[in-house]
């Protein structure tokens, strides 16, 4: 059996690979991602060390010496923790920022107030999709989760025709727009470009999150027909952990509008970022000159590390400054906001290094070669990658992370546009049918107070639907772009 090792690979990259090398490969790549499985669902090892152990399976059965495999998941690691790290650290001081400022806040009651109860729906979508822009999925639902309960009791609506729109929204932008860690992830390891990224990403989110959101919800409102648990009304606030109840937590910052940052300065605020980016990308398109002195401009204006890091500045004067807070206050909410996310980071770090540890070892040419001889779109191959590696971990980071690394060389001879689609699909992949190994699930369930079947028939079929709209249209635009 031929011994692929990293170092060979290496010093003849353009070689080709036998069957009996392809042969190991695959082995390889089962051997390395059943390790992963294991270890995160028996064994409930954190994802950061089953990626390190993972990787070093993975590389020891491709045939590559320990130290190579060790030397291709410390690159990988560090690579990715250098193109995406300072970028979730930035997003989490804007979402941060938000949050305790009450500009999250300001955003909810505004669009609530102005919403009837046909439009409810609609309007938690709405809120979901700004509010989640910034912030991380999590974070997210704990944010929404006393909007969505508050609003369905005294709304006298049904859990889930509310439920389902604000949680469409939050999974939305976090499967497919950056600065979310698993499209950043991905845009990193296919090289794809991050503005073109963003706009096709929202182009696919809208529909995406009003099918499985408000039309949807009408469906999972009669087959899970329930009403807000009365134990999660009082002890859901906007992560406090103060328990008291959520609607005097929702009132006492609701009613006092003064110590909050105006809707359109929040709004703006959030959008920042996004709109330097699609800028720069705009650009790229109309001129496509890397000479000319405007395109180098918005080179830099729209790189996301100057949009995030604009925007955090700004964020610090429009949301803190504004919230009344002193320059301590700004100081420890920065401070504040770093901390949670270390795990992220060093998943996404770890998968970095899984990810480079499949390309070393050749994993990333054999799909390429391999797939040559398929009647099969690269963009449905990315997707079911990807649907394969969520349903058996049940994350979605990894799923990102992993299926980016398998298919990466498949950009390789795409243009912009498709390059950035295949992110897409790898996102949208990466949010099929959540269900019980997936920490989202538990999450929803207990806030909602479902038993685990009501949970699979609202929650599981909504990041289903999500999935399966993202590759529609990720196909669909395939065709047009």
């Known amino acids: 059996m031929a011994h692929l090792s990293v170092e060979m690979l290496a010093a003849d990259a353009t070689a080709p690979i036998t069957s009996a090398g392809h042969a190991q490969l695959g082995i390889a790549v089962l051997a390395g991602i059943a390790v992963l499985v294991l270890l995160i669902t028996k064994f409930r090892l954190h994802a950061f060390l089953a990626l390190i152990i993972g990787s070093l399976v993975l590389g020891a059965v491709a045939g590559a010496p320990l130290d190579k495999a060790i030397a291709s998941f410390s690159t990988g690691l560090g690579t990715t923790v250098a193109g995406t790290g300072v970028l979730i650290a930035l997003g989490a001081v804007l979402g941060k920022l938000l949050a305790d400022s009450g500009g999250a806040d300001r955003i909810v009651d505004t669009i609530l107030a102005k919403a009837g109860g046909k439009v409810m729906p609609w309007a938690m979508v709405l809120i979901a999709g700004i509010v989640g822009l910034p912030i991380f999925f999590e974070v997210g639902i704990v944010l929404l989760i006393p909007v969505v309960l508050l609003v369905a009791k005294r709304g006298n609506f049904s859990l889930m025709r509310i439920g389902i729109p604000a949680l469409a929204g939050l999974s939305v932008m976090h499967g497919l727009i950056p600065p979310h860690p698993g499209p950043l992830a991905a845009i990193d390891a296919v090289k794809a470009n991050l503005g073109v990224t963003l706009a096709l990403g929202v182009v696919i989110a809208v529909p995406a999150a009003i099918v499985a959101g408000p039309l949807f919800s009408r469906y999972a409102a009669r087959w899970v027909d329930i009403v ?88 610090m004067f429009t949301l803190g400054r504004s919230a ?42 054999m799909i390429l070669d391999v797939s040559r001889h398929w009647n099969i779109s690269a963009l ?55 269900h019980v190994n ?32 993202g590759i529609v249209g990720v196909l669909g635009l395939s065709l047009v772009v």
Do not use: C, N
Not at 231 to 254: I, N, V, Y
């Open 228 to 315: 807000p648990p009365e134990k999660m009304l009082f002890s859901s606030g906007s992560g406090s952990g103060s328990g008291e109840p959520a609607d005097s937590q929702a009132e006492r910052t609701f009613d006092d509008p003064s110590k909050r940052p105006g809707f359109g300065i929040t709004v703006a605020t959030v959008l920042l970022p996004v709109v330097m980016m699609l800028a720069k990308a705009l650009v790229d398109v109309v001129v496509d000159d890397p000479r000319d002195s405007l395109q180098r401009v918005f080179d830099i204006v729209g790189s996301p590390l100057i949009a995030l890091l604009t925007a955090v500045v700004v964020a």
């Open 324 to 365: 009344g807070f002193t320059r301590g206050r700004i100081a420890s909410t920065v401070e504040s906001s770093l901390g949670p996310i270390a795990g992220v980071l060093l998943i996404v770090g770890a998968g970095g290094g899984f990810k480079q540890t499949l390309v070393d070892s050749g994993v990333g040419r």
């Open 380 to 434: 449905l191959l990315a997707w079911l990658i990807a649907v394969a590696i969520r349903l058996v971990t049940g994350s979605a980071t990894v799923a990102t992370i992993s299926a980016a690394g398998l298919t990466a060389p498949l950009a390789a001879q795409m243009s912009t546009t498709h390059a950035a689609l295949l992110v897409l699909a790898i996102g949208a992949g990466s949010l099929f049918f959540s």
């Open 438 to 469: 997936d920490a989202g699930f538990w999450m929803v369930k207990e806030y909602f107070g479902m038993d685990v079947g009501q949970t699979l028939k609202t929650w599981s079929l909504m990041e289903t639907l999500i999935s399966v709209v």
